[in-house]
Every structure is written in structure tokens, then in C-alpha cells.
């Protein structure tokens, strides 16, 4: 008798722990694979396409639902509608829907309205979110309202996470058509990809790996506790006007984990051959957090982005902060100030490390005159895509980057000005057919 019952709880624990592990692998995917993000458009297929188009269509449908159907589902998530400036009428008028991406949960559209462009994101109804939970058995309706809840609780997240790092929600839209349907209108960005961050000119590099560290303080120091970017990955980024910006925040989390001894609150990167030691304190794995978002970002961002062409003045520093986001040596504070030091002394010429002494201009000035769209050529350190457009601190760095450049025989001092503060010129192979600009100064470089 006692080895049926201890047969019988075996087979009870087995069924058990099959349940766990079937519920938290999915989870574990979930984290892993893209969890209400987006996989850009390049990468559907075409029998997906229908599915957009069925969407597509649902989505039409969505903005011409009466708002006095509006049903209220606050009380889920609080969201401000005072910080709202777009609601449900703006979104019926919105034109040009385009789609762009697709994730777990949502489907993101790009849309224009009163001279604007936006991103519309809503509830995808083919997504796996809710195709998985069908597959589990649910009936539709509540998978689908279970993928808006999630929807709804990015918007509420997202207004109350300001940060000039973190998208902006303009509006968002809630309605009752026998299922619930939400959208949410951001700030539509461009998605952040390797290879165009390895083409970007150091010092745009640089300006990313800012963003990064200044959004990783704030993620460490505000009103709500140390938060983890839990699915830290550059698909979950976009650049709005040169400023990264966090776009997905369905996957973070709030507060350091629970423990009760140093072994709980071991973090492992299996990935990255990588394991962090934290000391349990009152119940808390102190600073989790905070290590596992420096590591993350240090793995996605900083370690690849600040090295290769640093200025000779900055590399120390610029060493510094590499080591101590790929080792998580240093807090968000302390990199941060490392950070800060790095950019005022871009911007102010101080890591030129010149001497007192003053070297004589030998360039010839043609003061107003420009070369527009001739003489371009492509060079590594240019800020644009044609042409070689470079920041310097002033004419004298101008002049030494154009010595070293066998092309260039010319340079357009400009009064325009990068986001450090420096001076933007551009250099060119040729002189000829000047055109007059009240806002240049051509300077040709010596000819013996």
C-alpha cells in the first residue's frame, strides 16, 4: 500500500513539473525571442503578408469604431489622458497607414496626421501571443483581450517612464468592437541595426553610447526603484532624430530580486562565457539590476561603438569605460561622470593636448564662398552618408585633418554646429566654380 501512494506521488510531481517546466519555458522564450517587440518588415514572407492584410483590414475597421462604444480599461493599468494629446478621433483621421514591423503581441504601422508621422502601434491578431494562447485551448476572445491588457500596460509604463532615452506616447485609443482593441501612438523612429551603428562617425557613436549610459542611470535612480531591461537587445531601440530611444518596455522589471543568500542572486550570461557575483542585503540582491543592464548594454553597445576610431587624447578614458561596462567594474554614477568627462572634452578641444605654442595659418581663406554637391568625396570619419563632412574644434584641427588627407585640397568652414558643440566642415578634392555663401569661409591648402 505505502509503495502505491509513494508510486502515486511520484507520478503526481512528475505531471507537475512537466506543467512548470512547459510554462516557464515559454516564458523563457518569450524573453528570449522577442516579447512584444518587432521583427522589421524586410524579414516577412509572403504567406505572412496575407495575415498583414487581414490586419490591415481590422485595423481600419478599428479606427472607425464609434467612440461612444469606448469602454474603459484603466483600471488594469492607470494611464493619463491629460499627457495624451491624440485620442481616438485623431486615430480615425490618421492617413497613410504603412506597416513596419511585427513582434509577439503588437503590429507597429506608421501613419500621418496634421503634417506629422507617427507610430501606431496595436494588438496583432495574428501574433504568437495570441495564437499560442488558442493553441493552449483559451477561446479567442480572451487571448485577444489578454494581448490587449499587455498593450495597455505598455502605454501606462510608458507615460509614466519620461526620459528623453525612452519613446514618447502621444495618444492612445480604447474600444469595444465584442473585443477589446487598443492602439498607441509614439514617436516613430528607425530601427537601430549593426551595421549602420559601424558606419556612423565616431563622434555619432559616441553620442549612442551616451544616450545609453544616461537612460541605464536613470533606469537606476527614480521614483520607482532600480528597473531591468529584462529583453536588452538593439531591436528593442529606435533613433528618433539622432537620439536612441527604448521602444519596448513590455519586458521590464521592477525592483531587485529576493533572496536570502549571496548564492540566489548569482547572474549568468551563458552566452557570454559571463557570471556576476551579488551580495544579498535585507532580502534584496543589491544592485542586480543595475549590473545586469550595464553588462547587457556594455555586450550590445558601448564595447563595439567606442573603441574603433577614438581620438589618440581620449583613448584612455574611452579604455575606462569599455573595461567597466564589459566587466561591470563601475556603477551607472560613475560611468556616467566618465561619460560626461569624455563628451566635455570632445566638445572643448581639451584631449588635443596642445602646447602653448600657436601655429600660423598657412591655408588660403576665400571668405563666403562655397563648393555645394562638388568636389565631394567619401572619407571614415564623415558624419554623412556622401561626401566628407567632419566636426572640429577649430581651424587648426580643420587644417591638420586636411594635411593628413591626400584628397583633400580644400575645406568649407561652416557655421553650423554637430551635437558636441564643434564646428562642421566639409573637406573637398578641388576648387572651381564657387558659389557665395554668407555662411562659409573656403580655405585651399598650400600648394608647396
Known sequence: METRVFLLAIIVI??????????????????????????????VN?????????????????????????????????????????????????????????????????????????????????????????????????????????????????????????????GFCITSDNLFDVSMVTELGDPVELIRLLQMSWEDRLKVAYDITKLLYFMSHNQFGTISINDFRRQQFVRVNG??????????????????????????????????????????????NEKKNIFNAGRHFTTFLLPHGVPIGLQPLVDRVVHGFSNVTMNTKQLLHLMDKIVLMYGSGSYLNRTGTHIKVLYNKIPYQDLPGIYDYPCRLSLTGSGCTVSVFDLQEAEALCNADEQCLAFVFSNKQSWTGRTLIHMKSGIGNMNPNRNTNLYVKPTS
Open 14 to 43: 512528475f505531471i507537475n513539473v512537466l506543467i512548470l517546466h512547459k510554462t516557464f519555458s515559454g516564458l523563457e522564450r518569450e524573453n528570449m525571442i522577442d516579447p512584444g517587440g518587432t521583427n522589421h518588415g524586410h524579414s
Open 243 to 288: 537620439e536612441i530611444k527604448l521602444s519596448d518596455v513590455d519586458d521590464i522589471g521592477f525592483g531587485d530580486p529576493i533572496c536570502q543568500t549571496d548564492d540566489d542572486c548569482a547572474v549568468n550570461f551563458p552566452n557570454a562565457n559571463f557570471s556576476l557575483r551579488i551580495s544579498c542585503q535585507n532580502l534584496k540582491c543589491v544592485g542586480h
Open 46 to 170: 509572403s504567406h505572412s503578408m496575407d495575415k498583414y492584410s487581414i490586419f490591415e483590414s481590422r485595423l481600419r475597421k478599428l479606427t472607425e469604431v464609434s467612440i461612444d462604444r469606448s469602454v474603459h480599461l484603466e483600471h488594469l493599468y492607470p494611464l493619463s489622458r491629460d499627457s495624451a494629446t491624440l485620442g481616438c478621433q485623431d486615430i480615425v483621421r490618421m492617413t497613410n497607414y504603412r506597416f513596419l514591423a511585427t513582434g509577439w503581441t503588437k503590429a507597429v504601422y506608421s501613419a500621418s496626421y496634421k503634417n506629422n508621422t507617427y507610430a501606431v502601434k496595436t494588438v496583432f491578431p495574428q501574433g504568437r501571443d495570441i495564437s499560442s494562447c488558442s493553441e493552449e485551448g483559451y477561446l479567442y476572445d480572451k487571448c485577444f483581450y489578454k494581448a490587449a491588457k499587455k498593450l495597455i500596460k505598455e502605454i501606462s509604463l510608458l507615460q509614466k517612464l519620461s526620459h528623453p532615452n525612452i519613446i514618447q506616447v502621444f
